[in-house]
T-cell receptor, first 117, second 118 residues
């Protein structure tokens, strides 16, 4: 079974509008972390935002916020006031067993976001 | 955030040759580094976890004799693709966590290496 599911292969949004990128996850661990990364066409992976399983508040970083619904096992990324430079591939990722340093990130299939003027 | 460098950024080689890719953590020490592989328009697939001073842990389906990993120091891990074939052509990207950010800290990624095997 997939650990991270991103159901939107592509999303389109106009400049200055908000957009939500969906992510659901599957884990039986109590301690885990959820991450969002942006990958522009250059290929670099840019860390955007983090949410821990025990965090009560939804994470926010500038124009990025994470809508964390633990009971539904969803961690959607909300980008407010989209900019042309936001056009990229976005990956949701999870790290299980957060108390062990050696566990790697598991990635979803990604969502391609296209922002138009 | 922390910086991870990767070299080379792009390599083209002939079938049958070996290629070495270096991954360095520039401003922190990493006992663990991770190697991923990404095909065009697809997700990152974990290949192996590189452990400083010990053997790497490979994911199921990844040939350890083909993808040799050496983590000789706390700031350097290398991935060698041995006897490369065209099907090994891909984007290889490494990552590491900065321990000072705590167990919940993000993995920082190198810029990636695009390997083309002719």
């Amino acid at each position: 079974a997939q650990k991270i599911t991103q159901t939107q292969p592509g999303m389109f949004v106009q400049e200055k509008e908000a957009v939500t990128l969906d992510c659901t996850y599957d884990t039986s661990d109590q301690s885990y972390g959820l991450f969002w990364y942006k990958q522009p066409s250059s290929g670099e992976m840019i860390f955007l935002i983090y949410q821990g399983s025990y965090d009560e508040q939804n994470a926010t970083e500038g124009r990025y916020s994470l809508n964390f619904q633990k009971a539904r096992k969803s961690a959607n990324l909300v980008i407010s006031a989209s900019q042309l430079g936001d056009s990229a591939m976005y990956f949701c990722a999870m790290r299980e067993v957060l108390d062990q340093a050696g566990t790697a990130l598991i990635f979803g299939k990604g969502t391609t976001l296209s922002v138009s003027s | 955030g922390a910086v991870v460098s990767q070299h080379p950024s792009r390599v083209i080689c002939k079938s049958g040759t070996s290629v070495k890719i270096e991954c360095r953590s520039l401003d922190f020490q990493a006992t663990t580094m991770f190697w991923y592989r990404q095909f065009p328009k697809q997700s990152l697939m974990l290949m192996a976890t590189s452990n400083e001073g010990s053997k790497a842990t490979y994911e199921q389906g990844v040939e350890k004799d083909k993808f040799l990993i050496n983590h000789a120091s706390l700031t350097l891990s290398t991935l060698t693709v041995t006897s490369a074939h065209p099907e090994d052509s891909s984007f290889y990207i490494c990552s590491a966590r900065d321990p000072s950010t705590g167990l919940a800290g993000p993995q920082y990624f190198g810029p990636g290496t695009r390997l083309t095997v002719l």
